[in-house]
C-alpha cells in the first residue's frame, strides 16, 4: 500500500507571496502519478495538478507548480502570487491503478 | 457541462436507521469511485465501478454498506444499521479511464452524514 506523508498540518502566508506545501510518499511502484486537490470549507475536492513518474519537467497549472524530485520521493506543491481565495486544505494525493491513497492534509489560511 | 452532483448534501440520523445517498458523475465518465472521510483525514478509498460493475470493494465497507450503479450511470451508497462510527463525508468521484495515469478523478460535493 501507498504511504502519503504531508508533514504540515498548517500554514499562515501573507497575500501575494509564495507557499510551499510539502508532500513524501513512498510507493514501490515504478510508474505512479501524483496529484494536489484543493478542499475548501465547503468539502468539494477539487483537482490543481497532475505529475507523472516518468514526466521529465515539473507540471505547472496557472499559480500552482509542483517541484518532484523523484529520487527522494518529494512532490511538493508551490502556490504562487497568493489569494484569500486559496484558504483551504490542500491534499496530495498518489494513484496506483485506479485507486488514489491521499496524505492527512495541510491547512493554509492566506493573510491580508 | 456538469461536474459531479451529490444528494443530499447533509443527512442526521439516529443510530440503527438505514440512508442511502446518490451520486451523478460527468456524463461521459465510465469510471466511478466512493471515498469516506473523517474529520481531520484525507479521503479514504471504499469502491469503485467501471460502467455498471463494480470492480473493487475496500476493507473498509463492511457487510452493512451497499452501492450500486444500475445502469452504469448515478451511483448509490446505502448503509444499514447506521453507527456512529458512519458519521463521515461521503464523497463520489468519476473519471474517464484512457489507461493513463493522467485519468483524473473529479470530486463532487460530497454527502455529509451525522449519526446520533
Known amino acids: 500500500a501507498q504511504k502519503i506523508t504531508q508533514t504540515q498540518p498548517g500554514m499562515f502566508v501573507q497575500e501575494k507571496e509564495a507557499v510551499t506545501l510539502d508532500c513524501t510518499y513512498d510507493t514501490s511502484d515504478p510508474s505512479y502519478g501524483l496529484f494536489w486537490y484543493k478542499q475548501p470549507s465547503s468539502g468539494e475536492m477539487i483537482f490543481l495538478i497532475y505529475?507523472?513518474?516518468?514526466?521529465?519537467q515539473n507540471a505547472t497549472e496557472g499559480r500552482y507548480s509542483l517541484n518532484f524530485q523523484k529520487a527522494r520521493k518529494s512532490a511538493n506543491l508551490v502556490i504562487s502570487a497568493s489569494q484569500l481565495g486559496d484558504s483551504a486544505m490542500y491534499f496530495c494525493?498518489?494513484?496506483?491503478?485506479?485507486?488514489?491513497?491521499f496524505g492527512a492534509g495541510t491547512t493554509v489560511t492566506v493573510r491580508a | 457541462d456538469t461536474g459531479v452532483s451529490q444528494d443530499p448534501r447533509h443527512k442526521i440520523t439516529k443510530r440503527g436507521q438505514n440512508v442511502t445517498f446518490r451520486c451523478d458523475p460527468i456524463?461521459?465518465?465510465?469510471?466511478l469511485y466512493w471515498y469516506r472521510q473523517t474529520l481531520g483525514q484525507g479521503p479514504e478509498f471504499l469502491t469503485y465501478f467501471q460502467n455498471e460493475a463494480q470492480l473493487e470493494k475496500s476493507r473498509l465497507l463492511s457487510d452493512r454498506f451497499s452501492a450500486e450503479r444500475p445502469k452504469g450511470s448515478f451511483s448509490t451508497l446505502e448503509i444499514q444499521r447506521t453507527e456512529q462510527g458512519d458519521s463521515a463525508m461521503y464523497l463520489c468521484a468519476s473519471s474517464h479511464v484512457t489507461g493513463a495515469l493522467t485519468d483524473t478523478q473529479y470530486f463532487g460535493p460530497g454527502t455529509r452524514l451525522t449519526v446520533l
Open positions: 494525493a498518489t494513484r496506483e491503478d485506479y485507486k488514489l491513497s
Open positions: 456524463s461521459e465518465h465510465n469510471r
Open positions: 505529475q507523472g513518474s516518468y514526466d521529465q
